[in-house]
C-alpha cells in the first residue's frame, strides 16, 4: 500500500475489438481529455504504447537520430537516470558531451525535483501533472500513478517539428510514427490492452488536477508530524516522501506492505495512491509504534551505571 500506483479497481465489460468503432471512439477520447485537461499544444503529438513508462522512453531513444546525454549530478544514486543512462549505453547513443540531453522531473529515489530545463527529452513519468507539463521538446508520463488510472498505459508528447527531424519512422513497434499512422483511424499497431484504455479514459473524465495537489499537501504534512523533517531525504513538498533507513520501524514497513529498499532500507511513501483515511491509520501506527521501540531501546551505559549506583541521598 502506498506504492506509486493508486488503489483502483477495473469496472469494465470489453464486448468490442480495437479495429471497431467503439475503441477508435475510446481512442479518440483519451487524445482529445489528455490536450484539453493539460493544454497541450497542437503542435505537438501524443502518442500511446501498450507498456510502462520504462517502454516509453526506450521508444524515444530507439528512435531518436542523435546521442543524448544524462543530465544529472548524482548518477549512481539516481536510479532513474542511471536507468536511462544504461539504455543510451545499450543504443550506442550515450555521450557525454552531448548538448541534447533526458532529464529525470522528479526523481522519486531521492524525492528530488529537478525541473526541465535545457533538456532533450524529460522522463515526466513520477512528477506529472503535480508539476505542470514540461516544455522540453519531448516528454513521457504515464496513465496510473498521479493521473490514477490501473497500470499501465504509457505517454509520449513529441512537438511535431521536433519529430519530423529527430525521430526516424522505422518498422519496430517502439517507433512512435507507426502508432501515429494508426492513429489517423483511430487504431494501435497491435491489439492493446483494451480495459486499460476504457479505464483511462473513465478517470480522465473525472480527473481534476487541484484536487490532486490538495490531498498529496495534505498526506505530506500529516506525515511529516509524525516522521520529522530532519528523518527524510528532502522534506520539500513532492508526491513522494522518502524515509531515512531505520526511521519507521520495520513492523509497521511489514503491516502496511510499504514501498522501499529491502532490508532497512530507505522506506517511500506516495502521497496519492490512498484516501485520507489509510494516511491518518498510517500516521498514527507509526506515532504509536516509534513510541514503543523507544521506550524498549536499552539503556545506554551511563543510564545504566545511574539505575545500579547506591542512593545518595539521606
Not at 471512439?25 to 520504462?54: C, N, Q
Not at 525521430?167 to 480495459?195: C, M, N, R, V
Not at 506525515?223 to 522518502?242: F, K, R, Y
Not at 531501546?297 to 541521598?313: N, Y
Amino acid at each position: 500500500m502506498f506504492g506509486p500506483n493508486i488503489s483502483t479497481r477495473i469496472d469494465v465489460t470489453v464486448d468490442y475489438h480495437h479495429r471497431e468503432e467503439r475503441f477508435a471512439a475510446i481512442h479518440r477520447e483519451i487524445l482529445g481529455l489528455f490536450r484539453e485537461k493539460f493544454a497541450i499544444p497542437s503542435t505537438s503529438e501524443i502518442v500511446i504504447y501498450t507498456g510502462s513508462g520504462t517502454l516509453a522512453v526506450e521508444a524515444f531513444i530507439a528512435s531518436y537520430r542523435g546521442s543524448l546525454r544524462v543530465d544529472t549530478s548524482d548518477i549512481e544514486n539516481d536510479k532513474f537516470a542511471k536507468r536511462w543512462k544504461t539504455l543510451l549505453e545499450h543504443y550506442g547513443k550515450h555521450d557525454p558531451s552531448s548538448e541534447h540531453s533526458i532529464k529525470v522531473l522528479f526523481e522519486t529515489s531521492q524525492s528530488q525535483y529537478n525541473g526541465d530545463q535545457n533538456a532533450t527529452f524529460v522522463d515526466a513519468v513520477s512528477g506529472f501533472p503535480f508539476w505542470p507539463a514540461p516544455r522540453s521538446p519531448v516528454w513521457s508520463t504515464v496513465s496510473s500513478k498521479l493521473l490514477g488510472a490501473a497500470p499501465v498505459l504509457s505517454l509520449l508528447v513529441v512537438d511535431k517539428d521536433f519529430l519530423q527531424k529527430n525521430l526516424e519512422d522505422t518498422p519496430s513497434y517502439l517507433s512512435p510514427w507507426k502508432y501515429l499512422d494508426y492513429q489517423k483511424i483511430g487504431e494501435t499497431p497491435f491489439t492493446p490492452a483494451l480495459p486499460l484504455f476504457q479505464d483511462f479514459r473513465d478517470k480522465l473524465r473525472a480527473f481534476d488536477v487541484a484536487a490532486l495537489r490538495e490531498r498529496i499537501a495534505h498526506h505530506h504534512a500529516l506525515l511529516m508530524q509524525v516522521v520529522g523533517a530532519e528523518n527524510v531525504v528532502n522534506p520539500d513538498l513532492s508526491p513522494t516522501l522518502t524515509i531515512n533507513p531505520g526511521v519507521i520501524p520495520e513492523e509497521v514497513v511489514a503491516r502496511w506492505n510499504l514501498y522501499g529498499q529491502k532490508g532497512g532500507g530507505r522506506v517511500q511513501i506516495f502521497l496519492y495512491s490512498e484516501t485520507s483515511d489509510k494516511y491518518e491509520m498510517l500516521a498514527k501506527d507509526i506515532e504509536r509504534t516509534r513510541g514503543q521501540v523507544c521506550q524498549r531501546k536499552p539503556q545506554s551505559q551511563a543510564e545504566q551505571r545511574r539505575v545500579l549506583s547506591p542512593s545518595t541521598s539521606t
